[in-house]
């Protein structure tokens, strides 16, 4: 199932890092400062005290073509 978190705030990355983690094809758009920093870092998250990257993908346009089963 392939889902967009449409916003990369703190609601937003919270699903999408339990998304990723459940398996789902997840997708986050961001912009700006927020973009670049998953670009170069990832989005990272804390479980049991540790630090962990979750296995997402980061958008920063959403083209018409896109498909996406469900959009948050």
Known sequence: MKLL????????CLYAALFGEAGYDTYVYARGKRLESLKKHGL?????????KANIKIVEKVEAEDIYDFVF
């Open 5 to 12: 978190i449409y916003g990369a705030g703190v609601i937003g």
């Open 44 to 52: 990272l998250y804390s479980k049991n005290k540790r630090v962990r």
